[in-house]
């Protein structure tokens, strides 16, 4: 079983910038495509970024051009700097990861949150 730990959450103010980590605890694992999602109050959780394991990147259009991802495919770690931050980027931030096992199709896995709150 694969646990992901973030890290890197707080409270900064407006136009601020933070840098969210996220790694396996336990034992590294061949990681696929890796990603951010973020939960505000009473809302869905929704897409932020996304890394293949070739540096290929995507994200939200509310992110784009302020966050940037990147990954440590040695670590296993996937990695959200966010710059310029804004009062809708408050909620829980979430990563995500694919397993690759050999023969066997991916397995994605979640980490358990940090918490962003922006205040101005």
């Known amino acids: 079983q694969v646990q992901l730990v973030e890290s890197g959450g707080g409270v900064v103010q407006t136009g601020g910038s933070l840098r969210l980590s996220c790694a396996p605890s336990g034992s590294v694992f061949n990681a696929g495509v890796m990603g951010w999602y973020r939960q505000a109050p009473g809302q869905q959780r929704e897409f932020v970024a996304a890394?293949?394991?070739?540096?290929?990147?995507n994200y939200a259009d509310s992110v784009k051009g302020r966050f940037s991802i990147s990954r440590d495919s040695a670590k296993a770690a996937v990695y959200l700097e966010m710059n310029g931050l804004k009062s809708e980027d408050t909620g829980v931030y979430y990563c995500n990861s694919q397993k690759i096992t050999l023969g066997r199709p991916p397995v994605t896995y979640w980490g358990r949150g940090t918490q962003v709150t922006v205040s101005s």
């Open positions: 890394i293949t394991s070739g540096g290929a990147t």
